[in-house]
C-alpha cells in the first residue's frame, strides 16, 4: 500500500516550469565564466547545453545549423534554420535571446561568422556535431575552438533548487523503482526480463525517458556496463542492478547487488568492502573537497581490502540534464566541490568470470557535507 503512494505521488508531482529568468540567469553565468576563462565567447547547438540555457529543443536533430551564440559583446544570439524560427520563438524568445534565421539557399556558417569576431577563442559545446564545427572552422580558419566541458566544466555543475527539486525527485523514483524490484522473482528469470520491469517500473514511477537498465548476474557482473542479455539468472548468483533515466528533464542513476538466496563468503565480503568504499566516500564530500579525493578514499577502502586492481573505473560521475556530465571524481581531477554540485558515488568490484558488486547513490554537496539523493538499503539484499 505504501509503495502505491509512492507510484501515485511521484507520477502526479509536476515541478514548476523554469521561469525566463531562470534562463537569463544561466546565460549571464556562462557568459561571465567564458570571460573568466578567456573565452571570446560560446557557441552552442542543440544538446543538453542549449537545453539548459534556453529550454529550447528542436523536434529533430539535422543537418541543419542551429547555434546559440553567447558573448559579452553580443545580445545571445540564437541562429535558426528559417523553417524552424517559429519553434524557436515559441521555446525561446521568452529568454531573453534573439532569433536570427537562415534560409536554406545561404551558407550557415558565413551567417555565424558575422557574429564572432576574427582570431578569438569560443567553447564549444560538446553535443556540437563535427560537420557544424568543421564549417566554422573553414569560415574562420583563424578562430580556436575548445570542448565547453574541458574549458567550463563548472558550466552545469551546480545546481540551484529548482534542479536540485527535480533531481531529488528523480532519485526518490529511482528508489522506489529498486524496492518494487527485490520484491520480484529473480531465480529462473533471464536478465533481459528483470531490465524490462525496471524499465516499467521507473516509467511507471514518473520517468519520462529510461536511459539504462544493467541487469548483470552472476560472472555478468564482473563487466560494469554489461546491459541485460538472455542469461537466466540462478540461486547463489549476485546481480548487480544499475539503472537510471530522465524525469521532469533530470537524471537519475542507482545501483545495488543483490543476491539470490544465501549468499557465499566471498559474494558478502565484497559487498561488505564496497559498502564500505561508498561510505567513507559519501562522508568525505564537503565543499573545497577536491574530486580525486574522494575518489582516493573509495579506492583505499578497496585496495587495502586487497581488491584493488579489481576497481576499474573512475568513482563517479555528475549528474544533471544528462546522465554523465562534470564533474568527475577521478584521479587527477582537482576541481574542487562546491555547494550544490551533484554526482554519484558508485565504488565496484569486478572479479572476471565470477561476480561483481557495485554500490551507487547520487549525492549533492551541501554547505558543511553531503546529501543522498538515493536513500535505498546499502545491505546486502537477499532476493528469490
Ligand atoms: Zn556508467
Ligand atoms: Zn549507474
Ligand atoms: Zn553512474
Not at 501515485?8 to 515541478?15: K, S
Not at 559474494?267 to 568504499?277: F, L, S
Request: a negative charge.
Amino acid at each position: 500500500v505504501e509503495a502505491k503512494n509512492d507510484i501515485d505521488m511521484a507520477a502526479r508531482w509536476l515541478p514548476p516550469p523554469f521561469t525566463a529568468n531562470d534562463y537569463a540567469t544561466r546565460i549571464a553565468r556562462t557568459i561571465r565564466h567564458a570571460m573568466d576563462a578567456g573565452l571570446a565567447g560560446v557557441l552552442v547547438a542543440p544538446g543538453p547545453d542549449l537545453l539548459w540555457l534556453t529550454g529550447y529543443e528542436p523536434t529533430a536533430l539535422t543537418e541543419r545549423l542551429t547555434l546559440l551564440i553567447l558573448s559579452a559583446q553580443l545580445r545571445p544570439t540564437l541562429l535558426v534554420p528559417t523553417l524552424e524560427r517559429a519553434d524557436a520563438e515559441a521555446a525561446a524568445e521568452a529568454t531573453g535571446v534573439e532569433i536570427v534565421d537562415w534560409a536554406d539557399d545561404v551558407d550557415p556558417y558565413r551567417v555565424a561568422s558575422a557574429f564572432l569576431p576574427p582570431g578569438c577563442i569560443f567553447g564549444v559545446s560538446d553535443s556540437t556535431w563535427s560537420s557544424h564545427l568543421l564549417g566554422l572552422q573553414e569560415v574562420l580558419p583563424s578562430a580556436g575552438y575548445q570542448s565547453l566541458s574541458e574549458c567550463l566544466p563548472m558550466l552545469r555543475a551546480v545546481k540551484d533548487n529548482a534542479e536540485l527539486y527535480r533531481l531529488t525527485a528523480a532519485g526518490a523514483a529511482a528508489d522506489a523503482t529498486y524496492n518494487e524490484i527485490v520484491r520480484m522473482p529473480f531465480a529462473g528469470r533471464r536478465e533481459d526480463e528483470v531490465a524490462g520491469d525496471l524499465a516499467r517500473l521507473l516509467r511507471q514511477f514518473g520517468h519520462e525517458r529510461v536511459d539504462f537498465t544493467i541487469v548483470g548476474s552472476g560472472p555478468n557482473g564482473a563487466d560494469p556496463h554489461h546491459e541485460a542479455g538472455d542469461r537466466v539468472i540462478v540461486p547463489g548468483d549476485a546481480v548487480v542492478l544499475d539503472f537510471g533515466g530522465v524525469m521532469h528533464g533530470y537524471g537519475s542513476d542507482t545501483t545495488r547487488t543483490v543476491v539470490v538466496g544465501e549468499p557465499s563468503p566471498e559474494i558478502q565480503r565484497v559487498h561488505d568492502v564496497v559498502r564500505a568504499a561508498q561510505q567513507k566516500a559519501f562522508e568525505a564530500v564537503r565543499p573545497g573537497v577536491a574530486c580525486e579525493d574522494v575518489d582516493r578514499v573509495a579506492r583505499d577502502v578497496i585496495t587495502e581490502a586487497g581488491y584493488g586492481e579489481w576497481f576499474i573505473h573512475r568513482t563517479g560521475h555528475g549528474i544533471g540534464v544528462t546522465t554523465h556530465e562534470p564533474p568527475y571524481l577521478v584521479a587527477g581531477a582537482a576541481l574542487r566541490l562546491e555547494p550544490g554540485m551533484c554526482f554519484s558515488i558508485e565504488p565496484g568490484v569486478y572479479l572476471p568470470g565470477r561476480f561483481g558488486v557495485r554500490i551507487e547513490d547520487i549525492v549533492t554537496v551541501t554547505g558543511h557535507g553531503a546529501r543522498r539523493l538515493n536513500n535505498t538499503d546499502h545491505e546486502l539484499r537477499i532476493v528469490g
